[in-house]
Nanobody, 114 residues
């Protein structure tokens, strides 16, 4: 069955960095656009970033552009989100999602606080 397992979340200080990973299985990963979304406390779901199947094309939400970098390794069936210059408003549960939001991981918590 389809599995998406996120890891790498935790507590970071403002200005710090974290790298999220998502291990995928159960579907043809290398043919699927992958997405990171996040859900902050008391707020709606926010799209963070997309990466196309080959990894050549990436897209970012305005709130993370220039600070976050999405990447993927199709040999490892994994997608990553490098988060730099973290801000308190980046605090959220981050989810790895397949194209069309069909399959979701369980999420990984990111907290940014001094």
């Amino acid at each position: 069955q389809v599995q998406l397992v996120e890891s790498g979340g935790g507590l970071a200080q403002p200005g710090g960095s974290l790298r999220l990973s998502c291990a995928a299985s159960g579907f043809p990963f290398s043919t699927i656009t992958m997405t990171w979304v996040r859900k902050a406390p008391g707020k709606g779901l926010e799209w963070v970033s997309d990466i196309n199947s080959s990894g050549v094309n990436t897209y970012y939400g305005d709130s993370v552009k220039g600070r976050f970098t999405i990447s993927r390794d199709n040999t490892k069936n994994a997608v990553y989100l490098q988060m730099n210059s973290l801000k308190p408003e980046d605090t959220a549960v981050y989810y790895c999602v397949t194209s069309g939001y069909k399959y979701w991981g369980q999420g990984t918590q990111v907290a940014v606080s001094s």
